[in-house]
C-alpha cells in the first residue's frame, strides 16, 4: 500500500502556515489490513481510519457519486483499485487536491501548486457539485486567504451559483453551515465570507436576512478583526441592522448557540440606544433591557459589538470603558444591605434601581460630560 499526504496539511506548506492536522490518504489497501495494521475504523459512510499512534485520519483512496439529494446521498466507492488520481479528483479545490508522497515528492495531476501559485481558488471538476457544503466551504477559504491575495475563480463562482440555484443547500443540516460560518468568522476576512455566498448568490437560503445589510457588515467585520474581537461579537455584528424578528429566525435556523443568538439579539435590539448623547437614565434603561447585571460578560461583549458598529467608533470607544466600570460598579450593590434597612418586596427593587442610577449620575457627570 501507498501513503500520502493529502489536503490542507500540503495546502499550508506550500503556503508557510502552520499545519494543525494533517490528512493522509491510502492507496491500493482493504479494511482489513488497515485494522491487522492496528488502525481503527471511524467512518460509518466513508473507509477512514485512525493511526494507533498519532491518532491522523488515512482515508482509503475512493470515488463518491451522488445518488440523491442531502449528506447521506452518496455512492462511495473504496477499492485496493481505486488510484491516486481517482481519489484526488473528487476533492473539492485543485489546492487541496495535491498530494505527497513520502520522499516529499508532490503529486499534483490537477495544478494545484499553479493554483496556489497564482492564488486561485479553482474547482477541481464537475464532482465539486456533489458536496453543496463545498459553497460555504469555498466561501469560508476565501476568507482565510484572502489577505495573501487568493480570488475564487470565475468558473467556480458559477458553479457555485448553479449550485444555489438547484436548491441543494437547502438539504444541508444547519450544524455543517453553522460550523462553516462560525470558523469564517473567526478567519482575517470574515466580510469576505458573505461577499462570496453573495457573489455566488447562495444566501437566499441560509441567510436572506442579512442580504439587505451586507455592505454594512463589512467595515464592522474589518474593526471586530483589528480588535480581535471574539466570534461571537463578531457574528452578533451582523445584525446591527436586522430585525429582532429576522434575526430570531435566522439565528433558530442555523441553530446558532445560545450564547451567539442571545449577543445577536441584544445588538439587533438595543445598539441604537448606543449612543453618546445619553443621559445617566438612558444608560440605566439599556443595561435593564440588557439583563446587564445579571448577565455582566454579556453586557460586556455587547458593549464591545456596539463600538464596532457606530460609525464613529472612536468616540463610542471612549465610553466603553466608563461604562464597563460603572456597571461593575453597580452589580456589585446586593438586596442584603436594603433587607437589613427595613424595606420589603418591591421597594428593594426600587431602591436598587435608584442606587445603581446614582452611580451612574455620578461617573457620568465625572467622566463623559466634562
Ligand atoms: N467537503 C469536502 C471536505 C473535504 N474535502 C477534501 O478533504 C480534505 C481534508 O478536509 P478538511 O480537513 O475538512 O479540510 P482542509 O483542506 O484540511 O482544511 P482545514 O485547514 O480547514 O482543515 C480537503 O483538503 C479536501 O481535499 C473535500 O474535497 N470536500
Ligand atoms: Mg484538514
Not at 17 to 30: F, I, K, N, P, S
Not at 169 to 198: D, S
Request: hydrophobic content about 40%; aromatic content about 8%; charged content about 30%.
Amino acid at each position: 500500500m501507498d501513503v500520502y499526504l493529502v489536503g490542507g496539511a500540503v495546502r499550508d506548506e506550500l503556503l508557510n502556515r502552520r499545519v494543525t492536522e494533517r490528512d493522509w490518504v491510502v492507496v491500493g489497501a482493504t479494511p482489513e489490513e488497515m485494522l491487522a495494521k492496528g488502525f481503527e475504523q471511524v467512518g460509518k459512510d466513508f473507509p477512514v481510519f485512525l493511526h494507533p499512534k498519532t491518532k491522523e485520519e488515512y482515508a482509503l483512496a475512493r470515488t463518491e457519486r451522488k445518488s440523491g439529494s442531502g449528506y447521506t446521498g452518496f455512492v462511495c466507492y473504496a477499492a485496493p483499485d481505486v488510484t491516486l488520481e481517482q481519489d484526488l479528483i473528487r476533492r473539492d479545490l485543485t489546492v487541496n487536491a495535491i498530494a505527497k508522497d513520502n520522499d516529499g515528492n508532490l503529486i499534483d495531476p490537477y495544478h494545484g501548486v499553479r493554483d496556489l501559485n497564482s492564488r486561485i481558488l479553482r474547482h477541481v471538476s464537475e464532482a465539486f457539485s456533489e458536496d453543496p457544503l463545498r459553497v460555504f466551504r469555498v466561501a469560508r477559504f476565501a476568507a482565510r486567504y484572502a489577505h495573501l491575495g487568493f480570488k475564487v475563480a470565475e468558473e467556480t463562482l458559477s458553479l457555485m451559483r448553479n449550485m444555489a440555484d438547484s436548491g441543494e443547500l437547502a438539504h444541508l443540516t444547519a450544524e455543517r453551515v453553522w460550523k462553516e460560518t462560525i470558523r469564517a468568522l473567526g478567519e482575517n476576512n470574515p466580510e469576505v465570507y458573505f461577499q462570496v455566498l453573495e457573489r455566488a448568490e447562495a444566501l437566499n437560503d441560509w441567510f436572506p436576512e442579512l442580504i439587505a445589510s451586507l455592505k454594512n457588515s463589512d467595515s464592522r467585520l474589518e474593526r471586530a478583526v483589528s480588535a480581535k474581537a471574539s466570534d461571537d461579537i463578531r457574528w452578533a455584528l451582523l445584525f446591527a441592522n436586522t430585525s429582532a424578528e429576522g434575526t430570531e429566525t435566522l439565528c433558530k435556523r442555523v441553530k446558532a448557540p445560545n450564547k451567539y443568538a442571545q449577543l445577536a439579539m441584544l445588538v439587533s435590539r438595543f445598539s441604537k440606544a448606543f449612543t453618546p448623547s445619553n443621559t445617566a437614565d438612558d444608560w440605566l434603561k439599556l443595561c435593564n433591557q440588557c439583563d446587564a447585571w445579571r448577565k455582566p460578560e454579556r453586557f460586556t461583549d455587547f458593549i464591545t459589538a456596539c463600538t464596532l458598529i457606530n460609525d464613529n467608533a472612536d468616540i463610542s470607544s471612549s465610553l466603553a470603558t466608563p461604562l464597563h466600570e460603572t456597571v461593575k460598579e453597580a452589580s456589585k450593590l446586593s438586596a442584603k444591605a436594603f433587607v437589613e434597612q427595613g424595606l420589603r418586596g418591591p421597594q428593594i427593587g426600587e431602591a436598587m434601581n435608584l442606587a445603581r442610577r446614582d452611580i451612574f449620575e455620578k461617573r457620568f457627570r465625572l467622566d463623559l460630560f466634562s
